[in-house]
C-alpha cells in the first residue's frame, strides 16, 4: 500500500523547498534509545513525547520502555495526609545533581467521597504502585498515573481478618500478581493459621494456593518490600514458585532479636535485604545480606548511635534508599531523615555512626516507599502491542490509502462458489463428523454494546425472540451438535472491558448444560488525544471514558495472550470459527470444516453478495499479488461512490472466518499480523479522540494459504438494530433449537427492506409500539415515522410507507392488511 506523505509547514511552501531532516535521527536506532533513555521521565513524557511524531514513535518502542526503567534513577514516593486529613498527596522525589520533588495527582482514580478515607501504599513493581484506601479489606487499586492507567481489584471476600497483600511480577509464566494474606482458624476453631490468595492481573482471577502457612504476620508490609521475584516480611514470599519460606538470619542476631522478644523485619534496601536491631534504646543497627538468600552473608554495615531527645526508637525507623550522594533516606514516623556517608561509598561499606539531617514539611509524612517511574503498564503483552500499534501509524503517516489503479482484480475472480464444499458431502456416520467437530473451536466476537438499541449492556444479551438472547441461541446450536454428534466443541467468548462483567454472570447460566464456555478479554487500549497524540487517560479521563478495544484484528494476538490458544492445541483443537456475535447466520457448517481440513486452508473468509444495506461494508480484492481485505476507511474519497457500488464490488466480508489455529500461534509468535491499521476518530467528552483499530479479515494476506467462499445470503443475518430485529422476530423466519430458518413461504431472495423512525430506536420503544410483530412475508419495503403504533395480526404486503403527522399519535388497527400503501393519518387507513 501507498502511503501518503507528510505535508510541508507554510513556512516550508513560503520558502520553497524541502524540510530539513533531523540529523538526529540520522543516528543508529540503539544510539537514539540510549540517549533517550537516559532522559528523567517527567521530562521525558512532559517535553520529549511532544516535540514530534519520530520522538514520540521511539518512546512507545517496548524495548525503549525496558531500558528506561532499567536505567531510572533511583527516587521513592511519599505520600502526605494535609491536617486536618481531608484529603491525601503524592509526591515523587528523584534523585540526581539535586533532588527534585513532582507532586503526582492520583485522586482523579479515586471517588471525591473515598478522599477522606486515607491512602496507603503498600508496594511497588515495576514503576506500578499498589494502594489501598482506608482499611485492609477494602477494594485494591493498582496504577501508573504517569501513563494514566488504574485498575480497581475488589477482595476475594469480606476481608475483616485481613493480614497484608502486595503486589509483585512473576517472570514464568511473565504476569503482575498480587498475594493477598488472610488470618484464620483451623478445624478446631482455636490455632490461628494464615490462608494465601493470588490474584493474577492477566487473568483477573483469585485463586487459594495450597501451601498454607501457620505464622502470624503483622498487618503491615515493610514500606520496600520486592526483591527477586518474592515478597519480603520474615518470610519470603515468591511470585515465580508462590513458595513461602523464612528468610534466614544469623545466629548472632536470631539471637539478640530473640531476647528482645521481637520478630526481625525484613525489608528491601536498594538491591539488598536489611534488618535493622537495637541493644539499646539510644541507638540501632542496620545488618545488609551482601548474597541474597546466603544467611552467612549477613554483615553490620550502619550503625547509628547518640540518639537520646530524638522523637523516635529504632523499630520504628527503616531506610528507604540509598542515594547517588552516598546519603541514606529513612523513613520515621514524622520525617524523611538523611545519613550522609562518604563520597563514592555504595552501600557495602557504610560502617560507623551518622549525622541525621531531618527535612521538615508543612505536611508530615506517613508512608514512603522507593519508586521508578516508568513507561509500564499492567499487562507488558497489550503494551507492547499498543506500541507496536501506534509506532506503525507513526511510522507510515495517515490513514493508509490504497493506490486505486493498483487493485488488479475484484472479488468474484478470487472468490469460490459454495457449492465446492458441496461436491464432497459429510459422512453419514456420526462417529466420522464427531472426529471432524472435535477439532473445531466457535469464538464470538463479543466486544460491543447494544448501544445502537438503546441498551448499555453487551450486544449478545439482548432478546432476540421469545426471551432467547445471542447467547442463549449460540449455547442451544453447540448444544444441540455435541448432543447429535457425542462431540466436545466449546463456545469462546472475546470479551471486552465493556462486556466482561455482565457476560460473566450471565454464563453462569449454563453450568448445567453440556457446552464448556470459555472468556477473555481482548486488549484494552487508551484513547489518543487527536491534537497533540498524548494518550487520553493522561488528560484526566482514567476511567472506561480513556480507553477502547482496538477492534476484532486484536482476536489472534489476545487469543495468544490468554493462554486459550496454547491450551485448545493441547486438546488437539485444530480449527477455530470466528464470527461476530450479532450475526444469527453464522452457524457451524461441516462441509467447510471438512474441506479446509482435507485442503490443509489456514485460512477462509466468507463473503455473500451485497445488498443497499451492505454497501460500506469491507470487501476483497487482489493487491501486490495478495489476496486483502479493503476496508471504506483505506479508500480515496474519489473513489468512494466505486466502492459502494454493487455493480463494482458486488460482495462483502460477512466477517465469519475460518483459521488454523496452528498457523495463529506460528504468525503471533513471529510478529507477522500487522494489518492495516484503520484510524477511528470520534468525540469523547468534547474531546477529538483517535482509536487505533485493525480488522480480523485483513489478516488474510499473512496466511500462506488461504480460501474465499461466496457463500448464501442466508449465513449473514445480523442484528444491529431494530429494524433488524423486525425481521428475525417475524413470520419471515422460524427458530428451532438455536437456528433461524427462512420461511419458504417468501418467494423473493432478498429479504424486505424496513426502515424505522428514531422513535423505534430503542428496544423498549420498539416493542412497546407492536402488540404482536406483523406479517411481512410479502413485503418489499416499509418505512415508519413518527408516532406510529401497531395493533395485533396486521400483514404487511408490498410497498408501505406510514409517516404519522407532527403531534399526532397514529394508531394502526388490530388485523390490518397494508398493501402498497401510504399511510399518513387515520383517513388513509379506510378503504
Excluded at 11 to 21: A, H, S, Y
Excluded at 82 to 97: I, N, Q, R, T
Excluded at 676 to 683: L, T
Aim: contains cysteine; hydrophobic residues 40%.
Amino acid at each position: 500500500m501507498k502511503r501518503r506523505g507528510k505535508k510541508c509547514s507554510d513556512r516550508d511552501r513560503k520558502r520553497g523547498d524541502n524540510p530539513t531532516p533531523c540529523r538526529f535521527f540520522q543516528l543508529p536506532q540503539p544510539v537514539i534509545l540510549d540517549i533517550l533513555s537516559r532522559i528523567p521521565t517527567t521530562d521525558l513524557l512532559l517535553h520529549c513525547r511532544f516535540v514530534c511524531k519520530k520522538f514520540l514513535c521511539l518512546t512507545y518502542d517496548p524495548e525503549f520502555a525496558r531500558l528506561h526503567l532499567s536505567r531510572s534513577p533511583i527516587s521513592f514516593l511519599s505520600k502526605t495526609d494535609p491536617y486536618p486529613p481531608y484529603g491525601f498527596k503524592l509526591s515523587l522525589v528523584e534523585d540526581g545533581a539535586a533532588l527534585q520533588v513532582t507532586d503526582l495527582n492520583f485522586t482523579h482514580a479515586i471517588k471525591p467521597s473515598e478522599v477522606s478515607l486515607g491512602l496507603s501504599v503498600t508496594s511497588a513493581c515495576d514503576g506500578l504502585l499498589a494502594f489501598v484506601l482506608g482499611e485492609l479489606y477494602s477494594p485494591f487499586y493498582i496504577c501508573n498515573s504517569l501513563v494514566g492507567e488504574f485498575t480497581t481489584i475488589e477482595p476475594p471476600f469480606e476481608l475483616d481478618r485481613a493480614s497484608f497483600w502486595g503486589l509483585g511480577y512473576s517472570t514464568n509464566p511473565k504476569q503482575y500478581k498480587i498475594l493477598q494474606d488472610y488470618h484464620d482458624c483451623d478445624e478446631s476453631g482455636k490455632k490461628s493459621i494464615v490462608k494465601t490468595f493470588i490474584y493474577t492481573l492477566e487473568t483477573g482471577l483469585w485463586r487459594c494456593i495450597d501451601n498454607t502457612h501457620k505464622h502470624i504476620v503483622g498487618l503491615v508490609l515493610p514500606h520496600n518490600p520486592v526483591l527477586n521475584g518474592a515478597l519480603h516480611w520474615y518470610e519470603r514470599r515468591h511470585f515465580d514458585t508462590e513458595q513461602f519460606g523464612i528468610v534466614p538470619l544469623p545466629d548472632r542476631l536470631r539471637e539478640l532479636m530473640m531476647r528482645a522478644e521481637y520478630e526481625p523485619c525484613i525489608g528491601v534496601l536498594g538491591s539488598y535485604l536489611f534488618t535493622v536491631h537495637s541493644e539499646d534504646p539510644w541507638s540501632f543497627d542496620i545488618w545488609i545480606m551482601e548474597h541474597y538468600g546466603v544467611k552467612e552473608s549477613w554483615t553490620k554495615r550502619f550503625a547509628i548511635g547518640n540518639l537520646s531527645g530524638l522523637e523516635f526508637s529504632y523499630f520504628l525507623f527503616e531506610p528507604i534508599a540509598v542515594l547517588s550522594s552516598g546519603k541514606i533516606a529513612a523513613f520515621t514516623p514524622s520525617f524523611i531523615s538523611y545519613s550522609d556517608a562518604a563520597k563514592g561509598e555504595r552501600i557495602r561499606s557504610l560502617h560507623g555512626p551518622r549525622l541525621y539531617d531531618k527535612i521538615r514539611r508543612e505536611e508530615f509524612f506517613r508512608s514512603c516507599i522507593t519508586h521508578l517511574p516508568s513507561l509500564s503498564q499492567l499487562s507488558e503483552k497489550e503494551k507492547n502491542g499498543f506500541f507496536n500499534l501506534v509506532s506503525r501509524y507513526l511510522t507510515s503517516g495517515e490513514a493508509q490509502h490504497v493506490e486505486w489503479s493498483e487493485i488488479k482484480t475484484q472479488l468474484y475472480d478470487v472468490a469460490l462458489p459454495y457449492h465446492y464444499v458441496e461436491l464432497d458431502p459429510i459422512s453419514e456416520d456420526p462417529a466420522e463428523t464427531k472426529k471432524l467437530l472435535d477439532k473445531l473451536v466457535v469464538l464470538k466476537l463479543n466486544g460491543g454494546l447494544g448501544t445502537t438499541m438503546g441498551c448499555t449492556g453487551p450486544i449478545s444479551l439482548i432478546s432476540v425472540r421469545s426471551g432467547f438472547t445471542f447467547l442463549d441461541l449460540f449455547v442451544a446450536q453447540i448444544q444441540n451438535l455435541n448432543m447429535k454428534y457425542g462431540c466436545n466443541v466449546p463456545l469462546v467468548l472475546m470479551n471486552s472491558f465493556n462486556t466482561h462483567d455482565d457476560t460473566m454472570k450471565s454464563v453462569e447460566l449454563y453450568s448445567n448444560t453440556n457446552v464448556t464456555v470459555h472468556m477473555f478479554n481482548q486488549s484494552q487500549y487508551p484513547r489518543l488525544v487527536a491534537e497533540d497524540f498524548t494518550p487520553f487517560p493522561c488528560k484526566g479521563q482514567p476511567g472506561k471514558d480513556g480507553w477502547y478495544p482496538p477492534g476484532h484484528g486484536d482476536l489472534f494476538q489476545s487469543l495468544m495472550n490468554s493462554g486459550k490458544l496454547d491450551a485448545f492445541l493441547a486438546e488437539g483443537k485444530e480449527y477455530v470459527f470466528v464470527a461476530n456475535s450479532d450475526n444469527l447466520g453464522a452457524i457451524v457448517d461441516s462441509k467447510i470444516l471438512k474441506y479446509l481440513i482435507k485442503n490443509k486452508y489456514e485460512y477462509c473468509m466468507e463473503v455473500t453478495p451485497k445488498t443497499l444495506a451492505d454497501v460500506k461494508g469491507g470487501t476483497l480484492i487482489s493487491y501486490d499479488g495478495k489476496v486483502q481485505l479493503l476496508e471504506i476507511a483505506q479508500v480515496p474519497v474519489a473513489h468512494v461512490y466505486e466502492f459502494k457500488s454493487m455493480d463494482e464490488f458486488r460482495a462483502f466480508n460477512t466477517n465469519n472466518l475460518w483459521v488454523s489455529l496452528k498457523a495463529i500461534k506460528m504468525l503471533v509468535e513471529a510478529d507477522a499480523l500487522n494489518m492495516e491499521i484503520i484510524p477511528n476518530p470520534k468525540e469523547v467528552k468534547g474531546v477529538e479522540v483517535i482509536q487505533l483499530e485493525t480488522a480480523a479479515g485483513a489478516a488474510i494476506r499473512f496466511f500462506d494459504n488461504d480460501i474465499v467462499f461466496n457463500v448464501p445470503r442466508s449465513r449473514f443475518l445480523p442484528v444491529k438494530a431494530t429494524s433488524d430485529l423486525l425481521l428475525v422476530q417475524s413470520d419471515l423466519y422460524t427458530l428451532v433449537d438455536g437456528y433461524f430458518s427462512r420461511n419458504a413461504a417468501r418467494a423473493e431472495l432478498s429479504n424486505p427492506s424496513i426502515k424505522l423512525g428514531p422513535e423505534f430506536n430503542k428496544v423498549s420503544n420498539f416493542l412497546s409500539r407492536f402488540k404482536s410483530i406483523p406479517s411481512i412475508i410479502s413485503l418489499d419495503r416499509l418505512s415508519v415515522s413518527g408516532d406510529v403504533w401497531f395493533g395485533a395480526n396486521i400483514v404487511l404486503k408490498g410497498k408501505v410507507k406510514i409517516a404519522a403527522k407532527e403531534g399526532v399519535k397514529l394508531e394502526i388497527p388490530d388485523g390490518a392488511i397494508l398493501e402498497n400503501k401510504e399511510i399518513n393519518g387515520p383517513e388513509d387507513l379506510s378503504g
